[in-house]
């Protein structure tokens, strides 16, 4: 149902009238509609609003026999409601009275006064503090195929933009998409041409994607928004002067707020352009199978929190993050440094020098405890600087927001002097951005009042002595008040009645009250005013003249109060460059001193960084499952990978081995490494790598149509395809989700693809032994294998990986561990021996039963045909049966390959059977 006239037109009454066009002023917005104590809802959205907030849906008359659908929520509670509106990805538009009802003639005047969505929320209680909340916007140039994507948290003013070109270009833009997490999305029409952009957009934010017109995402248009916002007269200061698709993106964002959100864009002071070419993108499933921000399985690592002591954060982010690397790392005491440390933990850096300097700043924090404790307990003085000037600066912030502001401020001369003693350039860089703004502080110090209320308009707000007139529109109305107690005090004498009482109330003003006993007493120049059940209300001629000038001055000094506020949030405003400036060093410098408390509390060491290719981490830890484990339990491995050793390990063992869990330390060191963090081991040696890739476990992807082996495929189609000689690879366990032989197939065809035609530093987990055979064939492949004991008919997990491979799976000696029945163990072993002394007979079976293929299965040690089929088995299109090797010609079919690794066909040679 839309609102509008009904069929006969009985809509059409004044206030239907005025709603209708309200409502039309907001389209894809609820309407919170402003009717005496309430918020009401009509039509569609009041079915929505009792849906979603479980109120009851009521109807409201509209002219002859006509009802409209409503429900309604208190306006003083509205604010709840509207969080909970905005958490479930509903626009609102919050329309008020902007007159006073008593006064109004005719209908009273309403308006939109804001609009909330999930993008531009401001509410402390609904934005995650330790997250991001951002609103991005996607630009497409069907001329050259670029794409621009720009992104603005509105709660903090930080403002980026980027440009992407190719195909390579719109993966790196989809994976930037998915770890911004943005609220919600707005696009360019050109947008909606791709139809896989218009996918992962529908996927992503919790508004749904909201189109808006052409003309504002033109370069031109975009270009000239942005210089008038910023007043500027060109990008270049912003880095998009020569980057039209990203300068396309931002300006399109901002004209795009300007148009619906009824708020201020002061505090949007900058807009910084990064390289999308620079930087380490991760993609989802690495970000995901790393576990750098949530645990896979949340439930499963609940002891992490208690044994890091981490943040006791209440939000559904903070719960979310044990169990995680993000939630080891995090000792951040400022909302604002939390931030920033989660997207170091999804940005790792792949500059050296930038590295090195961050690293720098964290090894000496490290080092000096005393500063460290100083700072940090400093930092948690700090209140949120950036989202405090974000609710000044748009006008929702109150006098308690300003106090919280100052007292943060206030510190900061602290925070210079506890840096002073430290030696590097980042933390010197940092102490000089910490500005004071003593003006600020000195000002909200002189004219707020302590401890003010968090109302703005029922005075109470300015200090004494801050104002001459303030202070005597406050001697006045107190002075009132007291004249009223003596007034009470006299007349009670005057009239003998002992209980009358002076009082005041909204309608009347200020009265007499008599009871009825008493009125008998009741002086003749008394007036009547009201009558009560038991008593008699009245006022004289000197109680209304006193009352005049009471209320006058009461009213004048709520105004004055109201307007004198605003006046210093203004001036506060004003300041918002430096308070950012501040900000950003604050979060800098809690976000090291994160990193260096974890690295102390951890036992952590300084990686050297390098630039040539390759790995030498000596007694490597994995810095979550060692907090998990008790302490001294967990055990601790080398890894030496490229450069001089092979880039290619190989490892295998039994299942519960280590396998990913040492695959993963692997991946984790290197991460925390580039993000300029120190790393646990006892020393590591790490040549910077462009990306880490993995693949890592088996997920179903139901919701997105996806089966569990599909998925492998697709990540591990993304890895080959996008993986360079110098990124880092983890594979654990590659084709499982398919038949053995086809699986086998596929991981051995995967494992010489990488050696032969890209050449990465590759970690490959595996329980297929046959693999093993690779290291003799190629070179640049190394087996490992994580060593167990056989102790009867049990095995224990000695957890640490030696060179070699495994001899076999103990698959049964792990089954009997997890308690399967003794009976179906005993089974399982005769069913072993049977099929370990008829070799393959079973797998033969399954393959020809499986896919009725006319090619015979590999055996084990027939290497030239199992390579064969490998490679006959990559593309699920290729030529079936076609029996071809890798050879250096294959490698051409390699996209993106910065220099290919160690090529040459597959070498036949002396077979190494599995031991
Ligand atoms: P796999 O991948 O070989 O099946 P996992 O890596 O999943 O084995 O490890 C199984 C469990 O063993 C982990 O959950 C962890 O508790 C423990 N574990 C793994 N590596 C170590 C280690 N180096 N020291 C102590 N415990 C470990």
């Not at 080092?367 to 400093?378: T, Y």
């Not at 006319?854 to 199992?866: E, F, I, K, V």
Request: proline residues 5%; neutral net charge.
């Amino acid at each position: 149902m839309r609102p509008g006239p009904g069929p006969t037109g009985e809509l059409n009454t004044p206030m239907m009238e005025q709603y209708r066009r309200l409502k039309a002023a907001c389209p894809g917005c609820l309407l919170f509609f402003r009717l005496g104590d309430f918020y009401e809802l009509f039509f569609d959205d009041a079915i929505v609003g009792a849906r979603e907030l479980e109120l009851t849906l009521t109807s409201r008359p509209t002219g002859a026999g006509q009802r409209v659908p409503m429900c309604g929520v208190p306006f003083h509670a509205a604010e709840a409601y509207l969080s909970r509106l905005v958490e479930k990805g509903y626009k609102v538009a919050v329309c008020d009275q902007v007159e006073d009802p008593r006064t109004a003639k005719g209908l009273v005047r309403r308006e939109i006064v804001r609009v909330v969505t999930p993008g531009t929320v401001l509410d402390p209680g609904t934005l995650p503090a330790k997250a991001n909340n951002y609103i991005a916007s996607i630009v497409a140039d069907p001329a050259n195929g670029a794409l621009g994507l720009a992104y603005l948290d509105y709660s903090t003013g930080e403002f980026r933009a980027a440009e992407y070109h190719g195909a390579v270009g719109k993966a790196r833009l989809m994976d930037e998409l998915i770890c911004l997490e943005p609220a919600e999305i707005i696009f360019a029409p050109a947008v909606e041409r791709d139809p896989e952009l218009m996918g992962l957009l529908a996927r992503l934010g919790r508004a749904k994607p909201t189109g808006f017109r052409e003309e504002a995402w033109r370069p031109a248009t975009a270009a000239r928004v942005l210089a008038e916002h910023f007043g500027t007269v060109s990008l270049e200061a912003f880095g998009c002067a020569d980057r039209p698709s990203a300068a396309a993106a931002a300006g399109g964002l901002l004209a795009y707020l300007k148009e619906t959100l009824v708020g201020s864009l002061d505090h949007v002071r900058t807009l910084r352009t990064v390289d999308s070419g620079r930087g380490m993108t991760l993609d989802p499933a690495t970000r995901r199978n790393l576990e750098l921000i949530e645990p896979l399985h949340p439930g499963g690592a609940s002891g992490l929190a208690a044994a890091d002591g981490g943040t006791q954060g209440t939000d559904r982010f903070e719960r979310g993050r044990r169990g995680s690397l993000l939630g080891v790392l995090d000792h951040t005491v400022t909302a604002a440094g939390g931030r920033l440390l989660r997207s170091w933990v999804l940005h790792p850096l792949t500059d050296g020098e930038a590295i090195r300097s961050r690293q720098a700043a964290v090894a000496e924090l490290a080092g000096r405890q005393a500063v460290r404790g100083e700072l940090r307990r400093i930092l948690a003085r700090i209140h949120d600087l950036e989202r405090l000037l974000a609710r000044a600066a748009t006008g929702t912030g109150g006098a308690r927001d300003l106090w919280a502001l100052a007292e943060s401020l206030a510190v900061v001369p602290a925070l210079r002097a506890a840096l002073e003693e430290t030696r590097v350039p980042v933390l010197r860089g940092l102490r000089e951005n910490l500005d004071p703004v003593e003006d600020v502080v000195d000002l909200v110090k002189r004219a707020l009042a302590d401890d003010p209320p968090a109302t703005l308009k029922e005075g109470g707000l300015i200090r004494s002595g801050y104002s001459a007139e303030v202070d005597s529109l406050r001697e006045i109305a107190s002075g009132g008040k007291a004249w009223v107690a003596r007034l009470q005090a006299e007349e009670r004498r005057r009239t003998g009645i002992k209980s009358l009482k002076v009082g005041y109330n909204q309608v009347f003003g200020y009265y007499i009250e008599v009871t009825r006993p008493n009125l008998a007493l009741v002086p003749p120049e008394y007036e009547r005013r009201q009558s009560l059940a038991n008593a008699e209300r009245f006022v004289t001629a000197a109680l209304k003249e006193r009352e005049a000038s009471i209320l006058g001055a009461e009213e004048r000094l709520r105004v004055l109060e109201y307007n004198l506020f605003l006046e210093v949030r203004d001036r506060v405003t004003s300041r918002a460059e430096r308070i950012q400036s501040t900000a950003k060093a604050v979060a800098e410098l809690d976000a090291l001193s994160s990193l260096a408390e974890a690295a102390a509390r951890y036992g952590y060491v300084v990686p050297e960084i390098a630039d040539e290719p390759g790995l030498v981490i000596k007694d490597g830890r994995h810095p979550v499952v060692e907090r998990l484990e008790a302490a001294g339990r967990f055990v601790a491995n080398d890894c030496v990978l490229g450069g001089s050793a092979p880039p290619f390990a190989l490892v295998t063992g039994p299942n519960m081995a280590g396998k990913s869990t040492y695959c993963r330390q692997v991946a984790l060191i290197v991460l925390m490494a580039q993000m300029g963090s120190l790393v646990p081991a006892a020393s590591a040696r790490i040549g910077l790598v462009d990306r880490i890739f993995t693949r890592i476990g088996s997920s179903d992807d139901l919701p997105g149509g996806r089966s569990t082996f599909l998925v492998e495929m697709s990540e591990t189609a993304n890895i080959l395809n996008h993986a360079t000689r110098r990124s880092l690879i983890i594979l654990d366990e590659i084709g499982r989700g398919t038949s053995t032989y086809d699986g086998l197939s596929l991981a051995w065809a995967v494992a010489e693809y990488i050696t032969t035609c890209i050449g990465a530093l590759t970690l490959f987990a595996t329980h297929y032994h046959e693999l093993t055979e690779l290291e003799g064939l190629l070179p640049g492949i190394v087996n490992y294998s994580i060593s167990v004991k056989e102790v009867g008919r049990d095995i224990v997990f000695l957890r640490k990986v030696v060179r070699g491979a495994a001899d076999r799976s103990y698959g049964i000696q792990v089954a009997r561990l997890a308690g399967l029945p003794a009976a179906v163990i005993e089974r399982a072993a005769e069913i072993l021996q049977d099929l370990e002394g008829s070799a393959g007979t079973v797998a033969r079976r399954e393959a020809s039963a499986a896919s009725g293929r006319r090619r015979s299965p590999p055996r084990p040690g027939d290497t030239a045909l199992r390579a064969g089929r490998a490679a006959a088995a990559v593309g699920p299109t290729g030529p079936q049966g076609q029996l071809t090797l890798f050879e250096a010609a294959d490698c051409s079919a390699a996209p993106r390959r910065e220099q290919p690794g160690e090529m040459g066909g597959l070498v036949r040679g002396p077979h190494h059977r599995p031991r």
